[in-house]
T-cell receptor, first 114, second 117 residues
């Protein structure tokens, strides 16, 4: 079964520091992978997605992620954290059951300190 | 353009009472999803609609949960009777619904936060 694992339920960084949120996937077929962000009391918003067109995917708000098949990873990065980046981040894989079914990881809460 | 609309945003009920959540997807989106998000967890799919047809309801606890999307636009999710363990956030999402949709973006509403006492 296809799944994703997010390492670290909480990640703390200082403002201006590099952000690295880890996601590893399990899939027997080439996956479609997504990163969503959830701000408090809001729904999920798509940051970026990998659909096999390019291994380095750029998203909104300065985030990017690199698909590494050899490592089965799709880590999310941002060169310089901003206070407004504090939120919950979810990695998801699109399960190929005929129709799209997203399977989400457990999430990583990003804390940004001044 | 309006996003996915959900109401109510918050609901507090006593256990064994019924409750209903409403969702209006983005205009033109054929596919609608209901997700359950427990505290500290990622969303889990409850049911997926293609227009008015439920094409995946394998995760919906059918003894107490029901859903409908009668005209293929807005949708209602109902719980009857509610249990303490149903306290969670119920998210609605929609997507265009073209082809297999494997790489489609799902757009989420703000969710309904349910507390069962």
């Amino acid at each position: 079964a296809q799944s994703v694992t997010q390492l670290g339920s909480h990640v703390s960084v200082s403002e201006g520091a590099l952000v690295l949120l880890r996601c590893n996937y399990s899939s027997s077929v080439p996956p479609y992978l997504f990163w969503y962000v959830q701000y408090p009391n809001q729904g999920l918003q798509l940051l970026l997605k990998y659909t096999s067109a390019a291994t380095l995917v750029k998203g909104i708000n300065g985030f990017e992620a690199e698909f590494k098949k050899s490592e089965t990873s799709f880590h999310l990065t941002k060169p310089s954290a901003h206070m407004s980046d504090a939120a919950e981040y979810f990695c998801a894989v699109s399960v190929r059951t005929g129709f799209q079914k997203l399977v989400f990881g457990t999430g990583t809460r990003l804390l940004v300190s001044p | 353009e309006a996003g996915v609309v959900q109401s109510p945003r918050y609901k507090i009920i006593e256990k064994k009472q019924p409750v209903a959540f409403w969702c209006n997807p983005i205009s033109g989106h054929n596919t609608l999803y209901w997700y359950l998000q427990n505290l500290g967890q990622g969303p889990e799919l409850l049911i997926r609609y293609e227009n008015e047809e439920a094409v995946d309801d394998s995760q919906l606890p059918k003894d107490r949960f029901s859903a409908e999307r009668l005209k293929g636009v807005d949708s209602t999710l109902k719980i009857q009777p509610a249990e303490l363990g149903d306290s969670a956030v119920y998210l609605c999402a929609s997507s265009l619904g073209t082809g297999t949709g494997l790489e489609e973006t799902q757009y989420f509403g703000p969710g309904t936060r349910l507390l069962v006492l």
